[in-house]
């Protein structure tokens, strides 16, 4: 038996006036996505735990199995497992976003969506001028990257740009424990890349540039048990962002790496679904994640939204679909971490619909997938980290 969690990161929404009162989900064109939903059983999932920020890292632990409520110690620590950055005991990693900051207003969360090789060349002109026996930056994936604190504290209260876009910072920068030392660092980096190289050929060809770092996502190293110690089944995950890649290495499981897989709206989707077969041909359980419906959904873009939606269903679920009954029997789960709701830009916590598909038990239902219809189909699953148990447990 093979499993694979087909993830599609931000997909659900809410129903938008420009769409007919109807979701990205019901618009789009999910031929594949709608033929597991009519041969599988449907519902809703609560992915994200009351009091918990409804974040991808917090979704995605609950998703995998992982109680967020016993496993979570925040977003960035999972991202430096990814990037090879080892973690003492009591050191504090954040996210460092680099940003775009114009008239005191958060004008971009992530300065243009700046290519990797830009945002590394600020990134160690920040590390160079701002780093000392405490505090360093490394460079990551685009606009994410990451700053460890040594001996830090992890209290501050910080809040995700993405959660502030086109409003006025100044009552969002950190506060609480350690927020003084937080703040001075982002105030610092503003006069690091503000006549940057990089940054001046960005608003040469008219691109953001970026303007300051912000820190958020902050915690310690996480302890979790391994995939295999919890479901006896050894597979990896597939994702271009270093959180989920991160979350894998914590689980014991490959973190597969993807020529072409970029995070965005570019992303190599049919790699991703090529990569998941090959991995299965050896290994029992696959995690897929694709990022472009969440940052549609980030940027407030309903054509966009809808184009990753439906790239999503045809380039990765249908090619999966093609190859999968090459390897035996496998089962199926469909679902997004959270959704991502156009009119608010950033992240919701309602409960994402979800599809469990057996080759073996394939239904009739003629269901298709979308929000409606899965809250029609009345099966709620709480809490949200059950869901790995019914999709291999329950086999």
């Known amino acids: 038996m093979k499993y694979i969690v087909l993830l599609g990161d931000g997909m659900a929404d809410r129903p938008l006036p420009e769409l007919g009162g109807k979701t990205p989900l019901q618009v789009a064109r999910t031929p594949n996505m709608d033929r597991l939903a009519a041969g599988g059983e449907m519902g809703l999932v609560q992915t994200v735990p009351d009091d918990f920020t409804p974040g991808s890292d917090v979704a995605n632990l609950s998703v995998l199995g992982y109680d967020p409520v016993k496993y979570f110690s925040g977003r ?129 060809h008219g691109d953001h540039p970026a303007t300051s770092i912000w820190l958020w996502g902050q915690g310690k190293r996480p302890i979790l048990p391994t995939f295999r110690e919890k479901y006896g089944l050894k597979g990896g995950v597939i994702s271009a962002v270093d959180l989920m890649k991160g979350i894998a290495i914590y689980a014991g499981l490959k973190a597969v790496n993807v020529p072409g897989a970029t995070g965005y709206f570019d992303t190599n989707f049919q790699g991703k679904a090529l990569a998941a077969l090959d991995l299965l041909a050896e290994e029992d359980f696959v995690y897929l994640h694709v990022e472009a419906a969440d940052e549609a959904g980030h940027i407030g873009d309903v054509g966009e939204k809808v184009r990753a939606i439906e790239n999503f269903d045809q380039r990765v679920v249908g090619e999966l679909l093609q190859g999968l009954p090459k390897l035996g029997d496998f089962r199926i789960l469909l679902l997004p971490d959270h959704p991502t709701p156009i009119p608010i830009k950033t992240h919701s916590s309602e409960p994402v619909p979800f599809v469990l598909y057996d080759s073996r038990k394939v239904r009739e239902t003629g269901q298709c997938y979308d929000e409606a219809s899965a809250a029609k189909a009345g099966r709620m699953v709480e809490p949200g980290y059950t869901i790995m148990d019914l999709l291999i447990r329950e086999a």
């Not at 971009?108 to 360093?136: K, M, T």
């Not at 409003?167 to 001075?184: F, H, K, T």
Request: charged share 25%.
């Open 76 to 204: 960035a620590p999972l991202e430096a497992a990814s990037m090879g950055v080892e973690l003492g005991p009591d050191d504090v990693a954040f996210r460092c976003n680099l940003v775009t900051l114009e008239e005191g207003k958060m004008a971009d969360f992530s300065a243009g969506h700046i290519s990797s090789e830009e945002a590394e060349g600020l990134i160690r002109a920040v590390d160079a001028e701002l780093s000392d026996a405490e505090v360093s930056f490394y460079p990551g994936v685009s606009y994410r990257h990451l700053m460890v604190w040594r001996g830090g504290k992890a209290g501050a209260v910080c809040t995700p740009p993405h959660d502030i876009s086109g409003q006025a910072v100044q009552e969002y920068l950190p506060r609480g424990s350690g927020s003084e030392r937080l703040n001075d660092l982002m105030l610092r980096s503003r006069k690091v890349l503000a006549d940057h190289p990089v940054n001046q050929n960005r608003v040469l």
